[in-house]
């Protein structure tokens, strides 16, 4: 047996120390800098646009191609680190994710850039889910996992809103290229440190890696995702409807094989467990109305209250202080309350917040969005802190890697799904308004640009008569927040839904105190001493999920 997995299975009965707090530290700075990736450009598309010239499409490449590899290749690296050894995977990450940078901030041409994003979407899908399962690997006693999963939650969710403020100043003071700059010397320090701080462990019965199940899973993924966002960008077209039909149809063949292959890159019998099947829905049901909500966010503060991205940036801010007192507040009380109550709970909050943003209008609506933010991000907090512990730790230790990825994978598609279907439903109202509403006189191209964005009516309004500009101005932000009241109405619904059955399906789960890391040992050595298949049992003999999540929940009876 691989004596490193040996090590990290069965010495699970102390409770981590200063080495592994620091390792903590090391994994959630690439964590942090993955998700920042993904919104880090906005800032510098204008400087960006003017220096290398792309057109319409590329840009739009340049964009996207980062997302869409790290959303489909991220089960595809989650199961290879569980095979070949996951702090190899992530140093491997952290080199690609190196030379990913350098080249894309230094790209002489709009080809070069989507390449190096290419390949920075490539490392990100290996650095992701690998900090993930190593901390699975480094905590063992479940109160010490949860902080330190809710410190990772915090920072991959604290990156996404910090990338437009740090990209606005480091543009600002140096270069568009300067964003991918600062990704450089964390990964230095996650190749020279990882060795030291953090524990290496593979599932020495893994079996051979399926390339089929590989290439299946990314091409499953990738036509869901671009079609969603079709969906979102232009709305209901054949074309988007056949990327997410022929994307889900593959997804059933990937399915198909991995209850027929003997090693299958995700084990189809974790989703019998409860608190894995259950928890895996309530995150991607949280994503789609938060993701849902935030995508008009950022728009109504510069399109109908007319700020400066920087700006509007900012004015996010204290959404990530939110989210920190949210995490906090989660990884406390769930030493007291049941985990699906807490769930329950900051899906509520989060849902309030939303129902907060509601009170915009078209004249004004700032304090709601600083205090909807809050709340929002608060509650989610908390749920993705629980959420994340329980998935993770539902599965087997050796499956961590994996289980990582399936979450990753559901934030992704949450996300994905929630901005094609809300801001379609925003996009139906806004039109419907504009048709009822648009002023008469106007040239039918003013109309027509108007008919189509909140965007297209203000660059439409630049080129008319002063009182006519502001006329139509007028209707369609009114349009635009009325888009937003009604897409807001239905995603605190599905978040107020998913809290009624997160706390009915996660009833069963308790705390844990310390005292349980024996729970913990004796789950992780039978674990690997039958590859796993002792969670399948406990799923499959009527004790529940609860009962298979090795370190946090606890069947009651």
């Known amino acids: 047996m691989d004596s490193t997995a040996t090590t990290t299975t069965t010495d699970t009965g ?33 400087w960006l646009g003017e220096d290398l010239r792309p057109s319409s ?102 990156g996404a809103m910090l990338g437009p403020i740090i990209g606005g100043l480091l543009v600002e003071s140096f270069w568009w290229g300067s964003v991918f700059l600062l990704n450089l010397p964390a990964m230095v320090l996650v190749l020279a440190l990882a060795p030291l701080m953090v ?13 089929i199940s590989a290439v299946l899973s990314l091409a499953a993924v990738l036509p869901v995702i671009y079609g969603m966002k079709m969906f979102a960008e232009h709305g209901f077209a054949w074309t988007s409807t056949l990327c997410v039909v022929v994307g889900l149809a ?22 019998r467990a409860r608190a894995f099947s259950a928890s895996l829905g309530a995150v991607t049901l949280a994503m789609f109305a938060m993701f849902g909500a935030m995508f008009f966010m950022s728009q109504y503060l510069q399109l109908v209250l007319g700020l400066r991205p920087f700006m509007a940036a900012v004015w996010t801010m204290p959404s990530l202080l939110g989210m920190m007192v949210g995490v906090t507040l989660a990884t406390i009380l769930v030493r007291f309350v049941r985990s699906g109550f807490i769930v329950s709970g900051g899906l509520l909050v989060a849902a309030s917040g939303i129902l907060v943003i509601t009170g915009i209008s078209a004249e004004s609506g700032l304090p709601y969005i ?3 933010g809050i709340l929002m991000s608060g509650g989610l907090g908390a749920v993705t802190a629980l959420i994340t512990d329980l998935i993770v730790s539902s599965a087997p230790p050796e499956r961590a890697g994996a289980a990582s990825a399936i979450s990753e994978t559901a ?20 039109r419907a308004y504009i048709n009822a509403n648009t002023p008469s006189g106007l040239p039918d191209a003013a109309v027509d640009a108007a008919r189509d964005t909140l965007a297209g009516a203000t660059g439409a309004a630049a080129e008319l008569p002063p009182a006519a500009a502001q006329e139509l101005l007028a209707v369609a932000r009114e349009a635009f927040t009325q888009g937003i009241h009604v897409s807001s109405y239905l995603g605190a619904g599905v978040l107020i839904v998913t809290a009624v059955l997160s706390a009915y399906l996660l009833r069963h789960t308790r705390p844990h105190s310390d005292d349980s890391t024996a729970g913990d040992t004796e789950s992780a050595t039978s674990a690997e001493a039958d590859t796993g298949d002792g969670a399948h049992t406990d799923a499959e003999s009527g004790r529940g999920g609860e009962a298979t999540a090795v370190a946090v929940p606890r069947a009651d009876g």
């Not at 850039?113 to 490539?122: D, H, N």
């Not at 901005?419 to 139906?428: D, E, M």
Request: charged share 15%; proline share 4%.
């Open 14 to 46: 102390g409770r981590a120390g200063r080495k592994e707090w620091i390792g903590l530290g090391l994994l959630v700075l690439p964590g942090m800098l993955v998700s920042m990736d993904m919104s880090v450009l906005y800032m510098a598309l204008p």
């Open 57 to 158: 499409a590329q840009l739009l490449w340049i964009i996207d191609i980062y997302g869409f590899l790290l959303a489909g290749l991220l089960i595809t690296m989650g199961s290879l680190g569980d095979r070949i050894g996951r702090r190899r995977v992530l140093m491997a990450g952290a080199a690609l994710f190196a030379v990913g940078s350098l080249a894309a901030a230094y790209s002489t041409s709009a080809e070069m850039l989507i390449a190096a994003r290419a390949l920075l979407g490539i490392g990100g899908a290996t650095l992701a889910p690998s900090t993930l399962s190593l901390i699975r690997n480094m905590f063992h006693s479940p109160q010490q996992r949860r902080t330190a999963i809710g410190i990772w939650t915090a920072g991959f969710s604290g």
């Open 199 to 211: 524990p290496e462990f593979r599932d020495p019965k893994a079996g051979r890696f399926d390339l």
């Open 250 to 271: 593959l997804g059933a063949v990937f399915l198909h094989r991995q209850r027929k292959v003997d090693h299958p890159m995700i084990d189809l019998h974790l989703f």
């Open 370 to 372: 600083v205090v909807g």
């Open 411 to 430: 934030n992704e598609f949450g996300g994905a799904v929630g901005i094609a279907v809300l801001g379609s439903v925003a996009t139906a109202i806004y």
